[in-house]
Nanobody
Framework: QVQLVESGGGLVQAGGSLRLSCAASGRTFSSRAMGWFRQAPGKEREFVAAISWSVGSTYYADSVKGRFTISRDNAKNTVYLQMNSLKPEDTAVYFC?????????????????WGQGTQVTVSS
């Protein structure tokens, strides 16, 4: 089992920044990649970004490219999502997820463990 705990969400004005953190514990050696997803009310959970633990390859949804940056600290078993130039449409609950797959997935089905989520609200 891998346990994931997100932090760093909150309320910010449009154009502002937030940094989300996701701390992993438990059988972290079984995790090959980490991802961030988000879910707005009445919408499906959507991919935001992902990173591989070993090489550090990164992947982004088109909607966040150039604004969001995913990174990891292997020593701390922590993944970050730096969010800049936030827009009201970025408002959602953000979830951290861990995958045991060797190939980084960009769909929720590719992830095995999930955090509880953290709310991000961007006001206009």
């Amino acid at each position: 089992q891998v346990q994931l705990v997100e932090s760093g969400g909150g309320l910010v004005q449009a154009g502002g920044s937030l940094r989300l953190s996701c701390a992993a514990s438990g059988r972290t050696f079984s995790s090959r990649a980490m991802g961030w997803f988000r879910q707005a009310p009445g919408k499906e959970r959507e991919f935001v970004a992902a990173i591989s633990w070993s090489v550090g390859s990164t992947y982004y949804a088109d909607s966040v490219k150039g604004r969001f940056t995913i990174s990891r600290d292997n020593a701390k078993n922590t993944v970050y999502l730096q969010m800049n130039s936030l827009k009201p449409e970025d408002t959602a609950v953000y979830f951290c997820a861990a995958s045991i797959l060797y190939r980084v997935a960009m769909t929720p089905l590719g992830y095995d463990y999930w955090g509880q989520g953290t709310q991000v609200t961007v006001s206009s």
